[in-house]
């Protein structure tokens, strides 16, 4: 019998070329017909590995979930950004390669970094969805975030909407 290991952790210098890749697939498979084909080619080659690398090496709360030796998903977070809404804590990304996506591992990495902030003194968290990707805002509302405050984001030509998802500890 084998058994595979599927642990997250805090990424380290050398997972940068795999969050970049993890990034890119992710990106690709969530915002394609959403963002604007050139924009989203420029928001995904901005976040490279040499990207990564320095955001990791700078203290940037990443983690990431492996599964056997893949680096399958990564989350990053810290303190809530919009200071308009009253929550200590913000996940600002939270992404799993298409392949993983279902099986449960984005509950896990969600639960991990959640389990981090709150270690932090940050007890209360928010996250932000762009609300056609039905995917993600069926997820977070699944998770029991509430929709907290809606705003827009402009991409190139287009501007989309986003909705922000709350949890209280």
């Known amino acids: 019998m084998s058994t595979t290991l599927i642990e997250v952790r805090p990424a380290k210098a050398a997972d940068a070329a795999a969050v970049a890749s993890t990034h890119d697939e992710a990106w690709r498979s969530a ?4 963002i604007p084909g050139a924009e989203l080619e420029k928001l995904i080659n901005r976040r490279g590995p040499q990207w ?14 492996v599964f056997g030796d893949k680096v399958a998903g990564y989350a990053n977070y810290g303190r809530n950004r919009a200071r308009s809404l ?3 804590g913000e996940i600002y990304e939270l992404y799993l390669r298409p392949e ?3 099986l449960g591992f984005g509950r896990k990495l969600f639960s991990a970094a959640r389990r981090d902030l709150v270690h932090s003194g940050l007890q209360s968290l928010v996250i932000w969805a762009l609300s056609d990707n039905e995917p993600a805002v069926g997820f977070y509302r699944a998770l029991g975030g509430k929709a907290v405050a809606r705003s827009s984001e402009r991409f190139g030509t287009r501007v989309l909407d986003k909705v922000a998802f709350a949890w209280n500890s």
């Open 86 to 88: 009253h929550f200590e």
């Open 31 to 34: 915002y394609q017909g959403i």
């Open 100 to 102: 993983f996506q279902g």
């Open 52 to 65: 990564w690398d320095s955001a990791i090496r700078k203290g940037s709360r990443v983690s990431v979930l």
